[in-house]
Every structure is written in structure tokens, then in C-alpha cells.
């Protein structure tokens, strides 16, 4: 499959190997469309630190965004009376009990968010994450994602908490060039009625987009340049559009799809990106902290297709973690177990500028 080229419409932090990145000094000025930016804080780990030092390590880091894979209570506690906004997922084992039974959504909110409601701040509940559409899973989808809905509306929360999934380009049927962005045609019936419901909940759709694994599968059709934010040249002329980098280029796929199946008016937020530091194809240190850093910057600018607006993005992943499989899994992280940094990444940056992570 061939690749997308962007313009990129951010400033880039290019590569300067083995040297500490630095953020240009206009960044740290207040402007109109700072980007939210987040991180996923995994737990699948068995040396990771404690939950109350995980959200200090985001304040401490200016990171303003979380997202939780499942409702951990050690990291809902530890959340308790912080500023940062959460996105809580409903795991993918616990989807077909809510989807068949109203008591246990309500269960399931009562439980773990209208219980902590008043000192967490709840941004979006994810029902499920990379539902596979052969998955038996799938049918169980809409339902549970309308009785959770059910549950926050009744507690008067709507407008607060915004219920969505999250999925993968992997849908796409089409995805080249990005303007013909389309759905596959089997997964129609499973994606419109929850675009339809999205669309009249005014909730954004979740992506979780990762140019790494496209650069990992097609090597010899993908550059690394394109892959890692540091291209110059055009790679893709589509129309009007120019396209610099993969990342944009998956976001614009999407955005073409939803807007060929009705979904136009929909945002899209990136639930996750990011690179892995070993145990791959290209998954270095240096390219890990490149790309990281080059998308922390990206992401305020837009895309081709949608310029000017910030792409709200949640890092993956906050922590290496040792107990996932296979051995590129564990090797995502932004920081070691011990809290250190693994490469100078700089996200010490101004609150203006939210910076979220995600937990799984």
C-alpha cells in the first residue's frame, strides 16, 4: 500500500542525534490553539511505581490529560482533588455484561466514576479499545456504549463526560490517497450506528494511531523520514493537500471516512501514538524520542485537511512495562520504572500547554 506525504502545518524539532532536544523559545509563549496532549500510564507491569506517585510525576511534568485503561481504584483514589482530566476505559472482558444489563452499567458508573465524580475530573468513558470486527465482541459495542450514556445522563453528566470507543486505522478499506478515506465495507454495518450515536452525543471518536507499526510492516514503502516527522520533501501531493508525515496522514484517512459515512461534524481525538525504544524495526531510543517529541509539537498545528486546529493526543505510553508480550510491547515507554526519563524528551513545558497520558 502506498503512503501518504504531509506539509507539516507545526513547527518540527528535527533530529539532533544524541543531543537533548530543545523547544523553540516562542513555544513557551501563550497562544490561542495550544494543543491537549496526553499519555497512557500502563500498569502491565510488575516494578512500576505506586499510583499516588504516577499522578505526582504527571504534575510535576505539567501533564494535564490520563487516560485509564480500566477503572484501577489505586490510580482513581490517587487522582482524587488533582487537575487532571481523565479518560476511563470499560475494559473489553466487561463490555458484553453492561451491553446485556442496565443494572450493570449502572453498576459499573456508580462504582467508578459518579463515586469519585465530585474530586475526579472525568473527561470521556471508552467503551472498549481495538475491537476487532470478526470479534463476537463487536454486536456488544453499541449497546453498552448507549447504557453507560444512559447511566452518566441520569446522573447529570452528559455535558461533562463524554462516552465513545476507541479503534484503529485497521477499519480502513481505503486509506490512500487520504481524501478517499473510506470504511471497509463489512465493518459499515458495525461503525455507522455508533457514528450516528456519536454524532448526536456531540462525543468525538477515538483513534489510536500509530505510524511506527505501518513503518514496521511496509519498510520498503514508508520512509523513516515520513514515519518520524522529519521529512522535508512532499511525499504526498493529494489535490490541494500536502502531505509531510504519516500521522497526518492517517488522521485525514479517518476524518474522509467519517465524513463518507455521515460523521463529518465528528472530532477525532488520537487515544494513543507513539514509538518504542527496542524490540523492533526501527524502535531505537533516538527514534523513539524524535518521534515523541516531534508529535508533542505536531499535534498544535493540525492536519492538512483540518489545519489550525489542535489534535487532541494521548502519548502512548507513560511507563515500559515488563509483563506484556511480545517483546516490543514492553519497551513504549516514556519513562523507566524508576521514573526516570529514557531520553530528554523536554515536556516540561508551561501549563498553557496540557499534556495528557494514558493508563492500561
Given amino acids: 500500500m502506498a503512503m501518504l506525504k504531509l506539509k507539516s502545518t507545526s513547527p518540527r524539532i528535527n533530529d539532533v542525534h544524541g543531543s537533548a532536544t530543545s523547544w523553540p523559545a516562542n513555544d513557551l509563549q501563550p497562544t490561542p490553539n495550544k494543543a491537549q496532549k496526553g499519555a497512557c500510564y500502563g500498569r502491565l507491569g510488575n516494578n512500576l511505581p505506586p499510583a499516588e506517585e504516577v499522578v505526582e510525576l504527571y504534575i510535576q511534568n505539567n501533564f494535564q490529560r490520563m487516560r485509564l485503561y480500566d477503572p484501577n481504584l489505586a490510580a482513581l483514589q490517587a487522582l482524587s482533588g488533582s487537575d487532571i482530566e481523565l479518560m476511563l476505559g470499560v475494559p473489553n472482558d466487561a463490555v458484553q455484561d453492561i451491553a446485556t444489563s442496565q443494572d450493570t452499567a449502572n453498576s459499573w458508573v456508580k462504582n467508578y466514576v459518579t463515586n469519585y465524580s465530585s474530586n475526579v475530573k472525568f473527561r470521556y468513558i471508552v467503551v472498549a479499545n481495538n475491537v476487532n470486527l470478526s470479534d463476537s465482541l463487536a454486536q456488544f459495542l453499541l449497546p453498552a456504549m ?28 481505503i486509506s490512500y490517497p487520504p481524501s478517499k478515506g473510506s470504511f471497509l465495507t463489512e465493518a459499515r454495518s458495525f461503525l455507522d450506528p455508533i457514528i450516528s450515536f456519536l454524532v448526536e452525543n456531540r462525543a468525538p471518536l477515538l483513534v489510536n494511531i500509530h505510524p511506527y507499526l505501518v513503518y514496521r510492516d511496509m519498510t520498503q514503502d514508508t520512509s523513516l523520514d515520513h514515519a518520524l516527522f522529519t521529512a522535508n520533501e512532499v511525499m504526498v501531493q493529494d489535490g490541494q493537500l500536502e ?25 477525532i481525538v488520537v487515544s494513543e501514538s507513539g514509538w518504542p525504544s527496542a524490540g523492533g524495526t526501527g524502535a531505537t531510543l533516538d527514534n523513539a524520542r524524535i518521534y515523541n517529541t516531534n508529535l508533542i509539537q505536531h499535534v498544535k498545528g493540525g492536519t492538512p485537511k483540518r489545519p489550525g486546529k489542535a489534535i487532541e493526543t494521548y502519548v502512548f505510553t507513560m511507563f515500559d512495562e515488563n509483563n506484556k508480550s511480545p517483546e516490543l510491547e514492553k519497551h513504549w515507554g516514556l519513562f523507566l520504572p524508576n521514573k526516570q526519563p529514557k531520553y530528554p524528551l523536554l515536556c516540561r513545558i508551561p501549563s498553557t500547554t496540557q499534556i495528557v497520558f494514558s493508563i492500561d
Fill in 243 to 267: 502531505y509531510r508525515n504519516l500521522f497526518d496522514s492517517m488522521v485525514d484517512a479517518v476524518y474522509s471516512a467519517l465524513e463518507d459515512a455521515g460523521g463529518g461534524s465528528l472530532e
Fill in 146 to 173: 448507549k447504557n453507560i450514556n444512559n447511566t452518566i445522563s441520569a446522573a447529570g453528566l452528559d455535558n461533562q463526560i463524554k462516552v465513545s470507543t476507541a479503534i484503529n486505522p485497521g477499519v480502513l478499506g
